[in-house]
T-cell receptor, first 116, second 114 residues
């Protein structure tokens, strides 16, 4: 089974802090994704990556950056955390970019981030 | 652009009964994939069922089945013999070829009552 892990389940940070959220997948998947989940809004894509050192903006990239130095690891960075970034953050991965193997995503358990 | 609409924010069903969750979508792609994901209270999102748009036959996975109406752009999920463990947030999602990303609906919170 694919396993996607996230570094923390719960995180509390102060406004202005730099925050790192890490995600690791163990199935040699090419693609990795970061979403934020808010009530009534579903999941919104922040950034994704189709290869090492490669990244593309999703629907809501403002205030975030990402890093993918190794294939299995994809980090989300909040350069200066703000209260409106309080949310649930979900990481996901998929095998390739082609067809159903690219469409089907496997999710991590999520990180509940609170910025005070 | 792809959009997914789930018009039922919350639903409840008695244990052992059947419930249907609604989903409509819009896409300009000729080929695409549709998914239902489940997110139980523990928060791990898991895939429930998938449907490839070019396949006319409705997908079925044990107690879960879909009613895929391509012309109407509708993709509803039916859960038969509901169990307490089905209590979760359910998300409908679409993946269109050129978009290369999943677009999710806003979710339906399903509660199965004992």
């Amino acid at each position: 089974d694919v396993k996607v892990t996230q570094s923390s389940r719960y995180l509390v940070k102060r406004t202005g802090e730099k925050v790192f959220l890490e995600c690791v997948q163990d199935m040699d998947h090419e693609n990795m994704f970061w979403y934020r989940q808010d009530p009534g809004l579903g999941l919104r894509l922040i950034y994704f990556s189709y290869d090492v050192k490669m990244k593309e903006k999703g629907d809501i990239p403002e205030g975030y950056s990402v890093s993918r130095e190794k294939k299995e690891r994809f980090s989300l960075i909040l350069e200066s955390a703000s209260t409106n970034q309080t949310s649930m953050y979900l990481c996901a991965s998929s095998l390739t970019s082609l067809g159903l193997a690219g469409a089907e995503q496997y999710f991590g358990p999520g990180t509940r981030l609170t910025v005070t | 652009a792809q959009t997914v609409t789930q018009s039922q924010p919350e639903m409840s069903v008695q244990e052992a009964e059947t419930v249907t969750l609604s989903c409509t979508y819009d896409t300009s792609e000729s080929n695409y994939y549709l998914f239902w994901y489940k997110q139980p209270p523990s928060r791990q999102m898991i895939l429930v069922i998938r449907q490839e748009a070019y396949k006319q036959q409705n997908a079925t996975e044990n107690r879960f089945s879909v009613n895929f109406q391509k012309a109407a752009k509708s993709f509803s999920l039916k859960i038969s013999d509901s169990q307490l463990g089905d209590t979760a947030m359910y998300f409908c999602a679409i993946f269109g070829g050129s978009a290369r990303q999943l677009t999710f609906g806003s979710g339906t919170q399903l509660t199965v009552l004992p």
